[in-house]
């Protein structure tokens, strides 16, 4: 993934703790602020609170269509509905779109 120069926040979200820290390291490693949100509670709340450059978001956590449905209310958000978001999973079964 290639981010701009200009982008260097990142609100990473995850419900996997490993997941989270291994890739806060390898942006942080290359220079971008990293603040993690490991539901989708925790999302909305660092949204706003940071207004991050760039959300990295994992579709699949605790709920399966959490990410889809968080997606959604941060497009729906006028503090959120610009910020580039990026969906992510490790889900190797099909998802029904």
Do not use: W
Not at 19 to 28: A, Q
Not at 62 to 77: K, P, Q, T, Y
């Amino acid at each position: 993934m290639s981010l701009t120069k200009s982008t260097r926040t990142v609100l990473l979200v995850d419900d996997d703790a490993d997941f989270v820290e291994m890739n806060r390291r390898l942006l942080e490693g290359r220079g971008y602020v990293v603040h993690a949100a490991y539901n989708g509670r925790q999302c909305l709340e660092e949204a706003a609170r940071r207004k991050p450059d760039l959300i990295i978001l994992d579709m699949v956590m605790d709920r399966e269509n959490e990410g889809f449905d968080l997606s959604r209310e941060l497009r729906n958000r006028a503090y959120t509905k610009d910020i580039p978001l990026v969906m992510i999973t490790s889900v190797n079964d099909k998802i029904p779109f």
